[in-house]
Nanobody
Framework: QVQLVESGGGLVQPGGSLRLSCAAS??????????TNWYRQAPGKQREPVAV???????NYADSVKGRFTISRDNAKNTVYLQMNNLKPEDTAVYYC?????WGKGTLVTVSS
């Protein structure tokens, strides 16, 4: 069984930065086998994809975060990151990590002055 645990969320002012982490524990090397996604869900809205990193290392981003967010992976640490720069109030959401059938419980990001 694999567990995904997100961390790094918090309150940040517009224009600020945060780095989210998604650490995998348990058996298997899920991040190097499957694509890993970051999703987010804002209050009253549906969950939406933010970024993905494939097992080969290729990445893709939602149009709303392109140029501001960067997804990366550290295989040695079994961790996937989401570097978020130039944050905007509309980035406020709970951010979830997903790989194959596994989901984390989310970490809250609030962008507000």
């Amino acid at each position: 069984q694999v567990q995904l645990v997100e961390s790094g969320g918090g309150l940040v002012q517009p224009g600020g930065s945060l780095r989210l982490s998604c650490a995998a524990s348990g058996t298997g090397t899920v991040f190097s086998t499957y694509a890993t996604n970051w999703y987010r869900q804002a209050p009253g809205k549906q969950r939406e994809p933010v970024a993905v990193i494939l097992s080969c290392g290729s990445t893709n981003y939602a149009d709303s975060v392109k140029g501001r967010f960067t997804i990366s992976r550290d295989n040695a640490k079994n961790t996937v990151y989401l570097q978020m720069n130039n944050l905007k109030p509309e980035d406020t959401a709970v951010y979830y990590c997903n790989s194959w059938k596994y989901w984390g419980k989310g970490t809250l990001v609030t962008v507000s002055s």
